[in-house]
């Protein structure tokens, strides 16, 4: 039932991002637009071919903790083979260390591809490109080439260690520690929870990148530094050898993302654990955001995907499954018809729609951003690109992982029955979601970001390049008859966005805790702003070549009514949030724990 | 972490509802305000001692099909033991019948406990009373005796079998027949597809009410007729003996709700199988609507058990877990405190509270509008009550199925990572409150019930009952001085809703499919409404209580805070849906199967 919507990849990656621009970049030479269309064909084939086949498998067996090791289903590491020999692994890095330099834009489509299939496998290369970008940024040359090589290759997963089991959200409490020994190496001593892809047999090593304390550095998290610690000890020939001192202490038994481990690890406590300072001591904090924001923006991709898995698998259903008769047909021998001609089951759709090509739109416009700062720029658009990168994320991260779980519940309601068992595949794709508000920096931690810092970075710089760039695409569709309305509506949701966050810097000033009480509230508000501009954008795009006479009618049609649905449906939920932030209200503040 | 709030319960049943009042109607005398107390004393000690304890374990290890038989845990069966010796399976049901005529309302009270505990195990006695139900009120006094009699003792377990693979939602499209025997009797031949409690070996039998055609009957929902079918045969001396032909065909593997067994079963596949027609030929819909009303209340209230179990939990751990620091606190040796301290939590925990305690509100005041019925009271007055009771039990199914899902998913957040693990119950909670937006008729169903048919009820006499009740409650809050912004914006909403509500009954007459369009936004609004005035009664209640000096300030300062959450952060977003609604949008219309 899951497919892969192709076309609209091809649209939102040529008609809305013009992608193919990037091949006159000497960094992508090699991706023409065929080339590019070709990594997505090569994706797609080995998602559904070896990808989607054991994902409900894998769900229904999860990997298990057998005499200190993970055992699980080998469909995990076939499937990762193929996509090792495909070259998959290497997409993010230099063609130094053996990678393919893709634009991001791209490496990120093809990401959704296999996250659609099977989000479990998935991670597995995900956490590893991350964990790997981190010591191309900062490790040297003998670290790059003992660590970053062979996880460009795929043999060598990674992973990132933050969480400790007394400290999630609040990273300036973590106790790890890293003695420092005469050979200039580091002992670790401590226990890290939640560690994703902590241990399995697939790889020929794991380097996890561990937060710890140096003995006698600055309190909170300003003496956090980041260390590479292999699972086993890679000798001077780069083969991993014997088994360093960090051990499987227990397996977390979650709701879904079933097929990957998630771990409680103990180091130093089998066996002394050696580790190597990555980059300066005290900046481990620093360097784990710059993979924490690309990990939030991945986290926003998959949340879209699942839902886009979501979506296919429930259209399939809805074309497909006769119940029911069109509204006034009172005669019972009228012959059924498909749901799909139901008008609150296309309501359930047209919500799915909007949610995840919306949704796409933005996680695919970030890494357009990421890949722009490759070309040759001004330095000031450069930066401008930079803070732009910086005020999205916490909304490509948290919009999805909220608005893309609910799609997610629109597809089991338009299964019904079916939808609520594990012979379909909605209810996992549910499951699998539920995750995402809550790791990479929870729903909240998100709010806190984007109010509390994003917003008011460079003295409202952020905003103000936002503003532009939406404006921008506010002026272009005002050229579109049809899209006038919407183009209206989204420059006042704007200017009303700007003149609250205007408001909420002022309160701040005077009243933090009130001014962040609804931090939350401001990022699914400033979201749905978002959002809208993604639409706007895909319905200029869209309206113009219905004009032109070029592309596919149904599908540019199609774009332009999810188009009209976000503005209609969804759109307006945002000023009634702004009412009640303007009204700096203090119900929560006011509410004592004793009265609860 | 689960705990049952009894404080609330006492102050729901009696400060808000005035229980006490029922023990002068003569079919409750017993029940005087001790009597009431003891049995939810006795409810929630079985509760707590004999359906939580195995709550998880049921989970993770749902009932198998082994040989043609059911196996589960045997700690149902003991759980289902208890509480049949303490006589719970006969709250519903006369003297005469063995049953102990309980007051409604305390009988969904403690239903609501019992589903707090263990909603899988619940379900059993749940869809026994149900069925029982139909027994008393359409059967002869013979199959009262071979039936009824043996279910009110908890002996014989009942079941609904209304759908089929083929019919869910559409009713009119069941085909299993009902072919006439000479001996009065008929022989049953079909399939019905989403059983609960279909088969099992707890109980010495099973009675099924199957709705099924007698050849040459009408066509559509006019030809429907209701069959007991028994699974033993059941001898003259009242004891079951040789099985009938209804068999199992297979178990569902649900997402949740997994204690409860969910069956396909043939009817005369294995052998002959017979049944009794109860009632009259050709009323099998109208008879099963009493059932299904009953049980659509009835999954409203187990939608806010599993609400209030997971606000419970939540709340107990956000008390306990240290993390992170008080906004503005930069220094690290700062000691952490307990979440609830956060703002953000506080909003998940207070969103919770409005949800599950004005949506227990809504449960009960449905179930006190039946317990009226049953006083001496003017026919006028009763005829109010049923209309008002129809008009209500869409909103009472529905609007806890939806938000109260909604308050689950928040307690997962407050867990963090946590609460995506099967070692904490809120993911558990999650996964079977998914069950409720989909059966006893869906989220969809119940929009059009209340938009298509329900609001339009003896000339609009129904929504003008309710506004009637809404205004008496709106007058008694203009006295209390903090609550006057309330009941003023409770009165202009439900004007406005009622103005929305003519202006789509005019739109219906004209343009049908455009009017009903958005049945679902219309039933999520007018819920909206409906909570506001549960919370606008309960706080009028909590806020002379505290100008006494009576009852305990905590607790009713809670109630207040409550209240002003849901009319702040909540019933705003009904106006947002009416100005949706009153544009009839037809954008889900207008969007072409093909452009999908």
């Not at 956490?127 to 795929?154: C, H, N, W």
């Not at 003995?215 to 991993?240: M, Q, Y």
Request: charge should be negative; proline fraction near 4%; charged fraction near 20%.
């Amino acid at each position: 039932m899951i497919s892969i919507d192709r076309a609209d990849l091809a649209f939102q990656l040529h008609d809305v991002l013009g992608l193919a621009r990037l091949s006159a970049i000497p960094r992508f030479a090699d991706y023409d637009r065929e080339a590019m269309d070709g990594v997505l064909e090569t994706a797609e084939r080995i998602a559904m071919e070896h990808f989607l086949p054991h994902a409900a498998r894998l769900d229904e067996h999860e990997p298990t903790f057998v005499d200190g090791k993970v055992e699980m289903d080998g469909a995990v590491a076939d499937a990762l083979a193929v996509y090792r020999d495909a070259g998959f692994f290497g997409g993010a890095f230099d063609v130094e260390w053996g990678g393919t330099q893709m634009p991001e834009t791209l490496r990120v489509a093809a990401a959704f591809v296999f996250s659609m299939a099977n989000i479990s496998t998935s991670a597995y290369p995900f956490l590893t490109v991350g964990a790997a970008r981190l010591i191309e940024s900062f490790g040297t040359d003998a670290q790059k080439e003992r660590y970053l090589r062979p996880m460009v290759a795929g043999r060598f997963f990674g992973t990132m260690c933050l969480s400790e089991p007394q400290a999630g959200s609040s990273l300036a409490d973590i106790t790890t520690r890293a003695e420092p020994q005469e050979d200039g190496s580091y002992l670790m001593v401590g226990r890290k929870m939640w560690i994703s892809g902590g241990d399995q047999e697939i790889s020929d090593n794991i380097v996890h990148l561990v937060l710890a304390r140096i003995p006698d550095g600055p309190a909170g998290v300003k003496g956090i530094s980041l260390f590479i610690v292999p699972k086993r000890i890679v000798g001077e020939d780069g083969t991993p050898g014997e088994r360093n001192g960090v051990s499987l202490a227990g397996l977390n038994h979650k709701m879904g993302y079933r097929g990957t481990t998630n771990t409680l690890l103990n180091f130093g406590e089998d066996g002394p654990c050696r580790g190597e300072l990555l980059g300066e001591a005290h900046h481990g904090l620093s360097y784990m955001f710059q993979m924490m924001n690309e990990a939030r923006i991945g986290v926003g991709m998959g949340a879209t995907a699942l839902a886009a898995a979501g979506y296919r698998a429930s259209l399939a259903y809805a074309r497909e499954r006769p119940q029911g008769r069109p509204a006034g047909a009172k005669d019972p021998a009228t012959p059924q018809v498909p749901i799909i001609q139901h008008a609150d089951i296309r309501r359930l759709l047209l919500a799915q729609k909007a949610a995840v090509e919306g949704a796409l739109a933005l996680c695919l416009y970030c890494a357009d951003l990421v890949d722009r700062a490759h070309g040759d720029r001004e330095a000031a658009i450069a930066k401008e690109e930079a803070l732009l990168l910086d005020l999205l994320t916490p909304i490509a991260k948290s919009w999805p992982s909220e608005f893309c779980l609910e799609a997610n519940k629109h597809a089991i309601q338009i299964l019904g029955g079916y939808g609520y068992t594990r012979d379909y595949p909605v209810e996992r794709l549910y499951r699998d979601n539920r995750l995402n508000p809550i790791h990479e920096g929870t729903h909240g931690i998100q709010g806190l970001d984007l109010l509390g810092r994003k917003v008011g970075m460079g003295g409202g710089a952020s905003v103000k390049a936002l503003a532009g760039r939406i404006m921008a695409d506010v002026s272009a569709a005002h050229q579109i008859a049809s899209l006038e309305a919407f183009a209206e509506m989204l420059a006042t949701e704007l200017a009303e966005t700007v003149a609250t966050t205007r408001r909420l810097a002022v309160a701040t000033a005077n009243e933090p805790r009130l001014a962040l009480a609804n931090a939350t509230i401001y990022l699914d508000m400033f979201g749905h702003v978002v959002i809208a501009w993604m639409w706007l954008r895909q319905a200029t795009v869209a309206a113009r070549k219905l004009a032109e006479g070029s592309g596919d009618e149904n599908f540019l049609n199609g774009k332009l009514s999810a188009c009209r649905y976000f503005f209609t449906y969804e759109l307006p939920k945002a000023r009634t949030q702004r009412a009640l932030l303007e009204s700096l209200d203090d119900t929560t503040l006011a509410m004592k724990q004793e009265w609860f």
